[in-house]
Nanobody, 124 residues
């Protein structure tokens, strides 16, 4: 069983920054691609960013491109999401997830383990 634990969420003003972390309970979780998703109130879960096994390939949703950066430290079994220039529309619960494969995906069905989520609230 793989457990993913997110942290780093909170309340921030528009234009501010937050850094989310996701720690995996076992090393095998970090030999596969990883992703971040988010879910705003009343909306479905949407893709935010993904990173491949080595960390050399990343992909972002258009809405966060240029503002968010995903990275990973496999030695620490940790994936990060640096969020800059935050906007009120970024308010959501953010989830990290482990891909079933080595290659990144934007589809929720391609991810088999999920964290419990961390709340990010951006005030205007």
């Amino acid at each position: 069983q793989v457990q993913l634990v997110e942290s780093g969420g909170g309340l921030v003003q528009a234009g501010g920054s937050l850094r989310l972390s996701c720690v995996a309970s076992v090393r095998t979780a970090t030999v596969l691609a990883m992703g971040w998703f988010r879910q705003a109130p009343g909306k479905g879960r949407e893709f935010v960013a993904a990173i491949d096994t080595s960390g050399s390939i990343t992909f972002y949703a258009d809405s966060v491109q240029g503002r968010f950066t995903i990275s990973r430290d496999n030695a620490k079994n940790t994936v990060y999401l640096q969020m800059n220039s935050l906007k009120p529309e970024d308010t959501a619960i953010y989830y990290c997830a482990r891909d079933r494969d080595y290659y990144i995906s934007t589809i929720t069905e391609e991810y088999d383990y999920w964290g419990q989520g961390t709340q990010v609230t951006v005030s205007s």
